[in-house]
């Protein structure tokens, strides 16, 4: 009987991954809860491409609402400030800070969104092996997409804490486009926020991003009929261009775990709009023109996923 059970352990061993059930994919559901509320600061390394970075991130619960510090400790001394669904970035360049704010998304590691039912209509959940990063165990469950409109995601779940402590990003050719892991963390039950202000030099000057405080809200005269299955909006912004009185559009699309820019701007007199495709990594770009409007869209996605989406702009 010992030799049958060691027999069987082998066995699981050796099955690489086995598929979730329902059941399975509360999983996503604690490692979204553990990216609210749990307080910790680390150190991850991020690679896009043949760019690598290491990241210092700092995250806190104050009463109801979160707080997170991003540094980048590599490039330029960027910092990134979220309070809730606001963002804040602080751009250090020469003798100027620029200042931009944004919509909040998904980061790692809070890379998981609140309803995961869209996630749950076009990917495969798996299950890997237990392994180790950043000196604590992980459990290792991956989301294969049921179709040919997204990419793979594997990702590394603290088994303490279901905190993300590592994620891949492959394509459908099983190629690894981007990847997040830390390599020191500490989590702690409570945090004061000391710490939730930008280390910059106060002599220096303050520029607000102009693109942010032109933004409005418009309705749209176009319509997209081919965004992929499961993206839905999640941001839209009207802009007036600097110098002529038209408007600029951008949309934001989110399945929960990807994300696409659609973006539209009128094409100035004797400007060549910009046509055809592009890759940069993980990222895909589309562009054409129509009508006097240049369209593109931008997404970590496969390509097809953004020409099915800009060949169906009409207005």
Same mark, same amino acid.
């Given at each position: 009987?010992?030799?049958?059970?060691?027999?069987?352990?082998?066995?699981?061993?050796?099955?690489?991954?086995?598929?979730?059930? /329902?059941?399975?994919?509360?999983?996503?559901?604690?490692?979204?809860?553990?990216? /609210?509320?749990?307080?910790?600061?680390?150190?991850?390394?991020?690679?896009?491409?043949?760019?690598?970075?290491?990241?210092?991130?700092?995250?806190?619960?104050?009463?109801?609402?979160?707080?997170?510090?991003?540094?980048?400790?590599?490039?330029?001394?960027?910092?990134?400030?979220?309070?809730?669904?606001?963002? #804040?970035?602080?751009?250090?360049?020469?003798?100027?800070? #620029?200042?931009?704010?944004?919509?909040?998304?998904?980061?790692?590691?809070?890379?998981?969104?609140?309803?995961?039912?869209?996630?749950?209509?076009?990917?495969?959940?798996?299950?890997?092996?237990?392994?180790?990063?950043?000196?604590?165990?992980?459990?290792?469950?991956?989301?294969?997409?049921?179709?040919?409109?997204?990419?793979?995601?594997?990702?590394?779940?603290?088994?303490?804490?279901?905190?993300?402590?590592?994620?891949? #990003?492959?394509?459908?050719?099983?190629?690894?486009?981007?990847?997040?892991?830390?390599?020191?963390?500490?989590?702690?039950?409570?945090?004061?926020?000391?710490?939730?202000?930008?280390?910059?030099?106060?002599?220096?000057?303050?520029?607000?991003?102009?693109?942010?405080?032109?933004?409005?809200?418009?309705?749209?005269?176009?319509?997209?009929?081919?965004?992929?299955?499961?993206?839905?909006?999640?941001?839209?912004?009207?802009?007036?261009?600097?110098?002529?009185?038209?408007?600029?559009?951008?949309?934001?699309?989110?399945?929960?775990?990807?994300?696409?820019?659609?973006?539209?701007?009128?094409?100035?007199?004797?400007?060549?709009?910009?046509?055809?495709?592009?890759?940069?990594?993980?990222?895909?770009?589309?562009?054409?023109?129509?009508?006097?409007?240049?369209?593109?869209?931008?997404?970590?996605?496969?390509?097809?996923?953004?020409?099915?989406?800009?060949?169906?702009?009409?207005?």
């Amino acid at each position: 009987m010992k030799c049958l059970g060691l027999l069987l352990f082998l066995l699981c061993l050796a099955t690489p991954f086995a598929y979730a059930d /329902q059941a399975g994919w509360s999983v996503i559901e604690d490692a979204y809860k553990a990216s /609210q509320n749990k307080n910790y600061k680390g150190i991850y390394i991020s690679q896009h491409g043949q760019e690598l970075k290491s990241v210092e991130i700092t995250h806190a619960l104050h009463g109801n609402e979160q707080f997170t510090r991003i540094n980048l400790l590599d490039g330029n001394a960027d910092e990134i400030f979220s309070q809730g669904d606001t963002v #804040v970035i602080y751009h250090k360049r020469d003798n100027t800070i #620029v200042v931009q704010k944004r919509e909040q998304q998904h980061l790692f590691p809070a890379i998981f969104p609140k309803d995961i039912n869209s996630i749950k209509k076009y990917y495969l959940l798996s299950f890997g092996k237990p392994d180790r990063v950043a000196g604590r165990i992980t459990q290792n469950i991956v989301l294969t997409p049921k179709d040919d409109l997204r990419y793979s995601y594997h990702f590394w779940l603290d088994q303490q804490t279901s905190l993300p402590m590592k994620m891949i #990003v492959q394509n459908l050719k099983k190629e690894v486009l981007e990847q997040s892991a830390f390599n020191k963390i500490q989590f702690v039950s409570s945090m004061g926020l000391d710490w939730f202000k930008p280390a910059v030099d106060l002599s220096k000057e303050y520029l607000m991003d102009e693109g942010f405080s032109k933004e409005i809200n418009l309705n749209r005269f176009w319509r997209a009929s081919n965004i992929p299955p499961g993206f839905k909006e999640v941001n839209f912004i009207a802009s007036k261009m600097p110098g002529i009185n038209m408007m600029s559009y951008h949309t934001v699309y989110s399945d929960g775990l990807s994300y696409i820019s659609l973006f539209l701007q009128p094409v100035r007199k004797g400007q060549k709009p910009k046509t055809g495709d592009l890759n940069f990594d993980a990222t895909n770009v589309a562009a054409r023109y129509y009508n006097g409007y240049q369209i593109m869209a931008v997404g970590a996605v496969p390509l097809k996923a953004v020409r099915n989406l800009i060949d169906s702009v009409d207005f």
